[in-house]
Nanobody, 115 residues
Framework: QVQLVESGGGLVQAGGSLRLSCAFS????????MGWYRQAPGKQRELVAD???????NYADSVKGRFTISRDNAKNSVYLQMNSLKPKDTAFYYC?????????WGQGTQVTVSS
């Protein structure tokens, strides 16, 4: 049984930084593709960034150059370093993991960026 637990969200001023963490419990974390998604009020959930088991990364255009996804297989964790935050980054951020199906989701963490 896979469980994902996010942490690190909070309130930050525009231009600031936050680092989100996602702790994975289960087996074979290193084989999972892990991703961060976000959902703002009234909007659909969208991909922010993901990282494959081999370390290849993919970013939404809106966060390229500002956010960095990384993973630590020894700690069964994935991270999202968010710099130069903007008010439009305000959303609930979710961690997702999978090796094909099923996909697993965390409960999410709120990120609020004030102007």
């Amino acid at each position: 049984q896979v469980q994902l637990v996010e942490s690190g969200g909070g309130l930050v001023q525009a231009g600031g930084s936050l680092r989100l963490s996602c702790a994975f419990s289960g087996s074979m974390f290193s084989l999972y593709t892990m991703g961060w998604y976000r959902q703002a009020p009234g909007k659909q959930r969208e991909l922010v960034a993901d990282i494959s088991s081999g370390g290849s990364t993919n970013y939404a255009d809106s966060v390229k150059g500002r956010f960095t996804i990384s993973r630590d297989n020894a700690k069964n964790s994935v991270y999202l370093q968010m710099n130069s935050l903007k008010p439009k980054d305000t959303a609930f951020y979710y961690c997702r993991g999978g090796r094909g199906l099923p996909l697993y989701w965390g409960q999410g963490t709120q990120v609020t960026v004030s102007s």
